[in-house]
């Protein structure tokens, strides 16, 4: 059972959709140039359901064909949640009572990145789908720099606010704009505590890869559909009980 196939209008037709741009403007040649990439990606046959000019020279489809590809749900490698979901309540007691004094969160978007959506809702009190912020909880101090924060003015915001856990948040993508400024951000946090003192990093956004915390040199990567409780949770986990633990 664990070798399944996709399917569009009857199980296991393994139908899928495909959408891309191709640097050509809107034609029947760009049309078949699309069937052609299509086909050379494995999907045979394949039908060029949606064409549309976007901008000069250039044309957006979507193409709907078959695929013979089998996956096998068994070899599938993901980042699980490895630590119990808190309510407001239970977090702010658990820091009440192991830490004895408010968690500090630093937060911001790094960069030149200026989608501030994502991380306010993650920390703003109103929160993000159905949740509250982390500034709702009652023993957590949120301070929220906003868009496009250096990572010197990150480090200095966290040495000045004793942060617990810095969270960063990285939307733009464009030539690998995340990766780079998360790992230069990793890299002068290590550089600027010692090991021991150095806060709990934490990295979100929709096009990051959950399993490259290592790579990354983050303690945590968070990505698209994130809640704030997942988060919350996350910092009481790391920050408080683990060390309640020891
Ligand atoms: C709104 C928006 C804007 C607004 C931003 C307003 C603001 N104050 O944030 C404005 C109009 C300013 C804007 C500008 C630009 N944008 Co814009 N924008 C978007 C848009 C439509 C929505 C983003 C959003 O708000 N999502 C909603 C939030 C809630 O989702 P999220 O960010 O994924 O956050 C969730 C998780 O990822 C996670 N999370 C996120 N951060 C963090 C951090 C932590 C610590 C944690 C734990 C979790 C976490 O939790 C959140 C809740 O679940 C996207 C397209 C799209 N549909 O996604 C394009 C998009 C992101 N923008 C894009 C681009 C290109 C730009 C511009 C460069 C356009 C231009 N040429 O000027 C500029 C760049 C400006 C800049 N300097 O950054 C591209 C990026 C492409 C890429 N590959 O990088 C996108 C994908 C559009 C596209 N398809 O081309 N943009």
Avoid: W
């Avoid at 159905?130 to 023993?139: A, P, Q, S, T």
């Avoid at 948040?169 to 690998?176: A, G, K, P």
Wanted: glycine share 8%; proline share 5%; hydrophobic share 45%.
């Amino acid at each position: 059972m664990s070798i399944i196939r996709p399917y569009g209008d009857t199980t296991g037709d393994g139908m899928v959709q495909l959408s891309f741009t191709l640097p050509m403007p809107h034609s029947k040649v760009a049309e078949g140039a699309a069937v052609q990439l299509a086909n050379k990606m494995g999907m045979e046959p394949a039908l060029v359901v949606h064409a549309k000019p976007v901008g000069e020279g250039f044309t957006f489809f979507v193409v709907y064909g078959r695929v013979s590809h089998l996956v096998d749900t068994d070899a599938v490698s993901v980042v699980e949640r490895d630590y119990p979901l808190l309510t407001p309540k239970e977090a702010n007691a658990a820091i009440k009572q192991g830490l004895r004094r408010r968690l500090v969160v630093v937060g911001g978007c790094i960069g030149t990145d200026a989608h501030t959506v994502g991380i306010d809702a993650i920390l703003n009190i109103k929160g993000f789908a159905g949740e509250k912020g982390l500034e709702y909880y009652r023993e957590l101090k949120v301070v929220n720099l906003g868009a496009q924060v250096s990572v010197p003015e990150l480090v200095a915001a966290a040495r000045a606010e004793k942060a617990d856990a810095v969270l960063v948040s990285q939307v733009v993508t464009q030539r690998d704009a995340h990766l780079l400024n998360t790992r230069e951000m990793s890299a002068a946090f290590r550089e600027a505590y010692p090991a021991d003192r150095r806060p709990l990093l934490v990295v979100g956004g929709p096009r990051f890869d959950e399993a490259m915390s290592a790579d990354l040199g983050v303690d945590r990567v968070f990505t698209r559909g994130t809640t704030p409780g997942e988060v919350a949770s996350f910092l009481v986990h790391r920050l408080v009980s683990a060390k309640v633990a020891s």
